[in-house]
Structure formats: structure tokens, C-alpha cells
């Protein structure tokens, strides 16, 4: 049982390079999560997906795509990378969305853009 | 505009003494915080939470305390181990957006 995995760990893009972040969780959750931690700032809901086939915005999404391609898997895009996304992100997932639950996070990908 | 802050950004405490971090929220609507504790280079991990229809939460060294007119919580932890040392997050969701906020984090450092 791996729980959440993300890949990959760490990237390095040029300015206006796309790339997609890879996220998948084997608990049988029906939510998934994608955040951003920058210093100083806490971690930022960028879009979540109460269930296969749905997706909404969070609090930064703008610049990114995601696809919940199944029930385990949660795809975050970056279509022109942009310094400015320079950050970690990470990927979550809780059983539903609801009050009090428990969001269970993955490892993490470093994304640097130069 | 930052709705849960964690306005100390480092605490250093000695072992077995305890550690106290505090967060303040500004959303009245919030009735759900939870502490999230995270090592470098890994996730986040859930570690304790409260409903805003409790003041306090105990779990073994960890204890959550919610003073809902102060708009305030603090996460003791007592007995605090080197192994506690790690950033903790302070997040809050309101009830009907199922979404949470996260506080900037404060840096425990636990030393012998």
C-alpha cells in the first residue's frame, strides 16, 4: 500500500516548456488535491476533484490544467511554464470531501524554472 | 489576505519540555482545524484536529486547544523529542467549501 505517489520528484523546465505532474493514489479515495508550498506562504489549493470526473478551482489556478484521468490518478499541467511556478507541489487525496477529513499528501515534486 | 496565520515562523524547545504553536484564524465560518506536520522532503502528514464544537482534543503528547471568541488555537505537545522537530501547518476548512486553508508553518526544532 504506497498510499499517495508523485513523479516525478524533481524537474527543471525552461521558461514556456510544458510538462504534466503525475499523481496516484491506491486507498480507493474519491478526492484528490493539488497544492502549491512556496516560502512564506503556506501550502495553496490549486484545483481538487471531489470524484472521477469532476474537477474544480482552488485558490491559485491559474496556468494550470488537471485531468482526473480515473479514480486513482489526478494529472496536474503546466502548459507554459513560467518562473513564477517555481514551487513544490504536492498532491493529496481523503476519502471525500467533507468536514474533518483527513487529506493524506504525497512526497512532493520540486519544480524549478528558469 | 491570509485567513489562518501562524505568525512565529521558528520555535526551538528543549527535550521533554513543552512546545507550544499557535495559530489564529480571521473566518468566523471555519469549524474545522486540523495540525498537519511535515519533514523535509515529505508530504505533509495529518497529526491531530478539532471541531469548533469542542475546546480541546487529546491525542497521547499531542493536544489541541480552540478558543472560538479569540478566533485562536495552539497545538501542545508534551512531552517534545528530537523527533518532533519538523514544520507544523495549521489548517482550517468551513463547512460548506470542503476545501482547507493552510497556515505559513512554524519550524519546531527540538534539541537534547
Known amino acids: 500500500n504506497a498510499g499517495v505517489t508523485q513523479t516525478p520528484k524533481f524537474q527543471v523546465l525552461k521558461t514556456g516548456q510544458s510538462m504534466t505532474l503525475q499523481c496516484a493514489q491506491d486507498?480507493?479515495?474519491?478526492?484528490m488535491y493539488w497544492y502549491r508550498q512556496d516560502p512564506g506562504m503556506g501550502l495553496r489549493l490549486i484545483y481538487y476533484s471531489a470524484s472521477e470526473g469532476t474537477t474544480d478551482k482552488g485558490e491559485v489556478p491559474n496556468g494550470y490544467n488537471v485531468s482526473r484521468l480515473n479514480k486513482r490518478e489526478f494529472s496536474l499541467r503546466l502548459e507554459s511554464a513560467a518562473p513564477s511556478q517555481t514551487s513544490v507541489y504536492f498532491c493529496?487525496?481523503?476519502?471525500?470531501?467533507?468536514?474533518?477529513?483527513?487529506?493524506?499528501f504525497g512526497p512532493g515534486t520540486r519544480l524549478l524554472v528558469l | 489576505d491570509q485567513q489562518v496565520k501562524q505568525n512565529s515562523p521558528s520555535l526551538s524547545v528543549q527535550e521533554g519540555r513543552i512546545s507550544i504553536l499557535n495559530c489564529d484564524y480571521t473566518n468566523s465560518m471555519f469549524d474545522y482545524f486540523l495540525w498537519y506536520k511535515k519533514y523535509p522532503a515529505e508530504g505533509p502528514t495529518f497529526l491531530i484536529s478539532?471541531?469548533?464544537?469542542?475546546d480541546k482534543n487529546e491525542d497521547g503528547r499531542f493536544t489541541v486547544f480552540l478558543n472560538k471568541s479569540a478566533k485562536h488555537l495552539s497545538l501542545h505537545i508534551v512531552p517534545s523529542q528530537p523527533g518532533d522537530s519538523a514544520v507544523y501547518f495549521c489548517a482550517a476548512s468551513e463547512g460548506n467549501t470542503d476545501k482547507l486553508i493552510f497556515g505559513t508553518g512554524t519550524r519546531l526544532q527540538v534539541f537534547p
Open positions: 478539532i471541531s469548533s464544537i469542542k
Open positions: 493529496a487525496s481523503s476519502i471525500t470531501l467533507g468536514l474533518g477529513e483527513t487529506q493524506y
Open positions: 486507498m480507493n479515495h474519491n478526492s
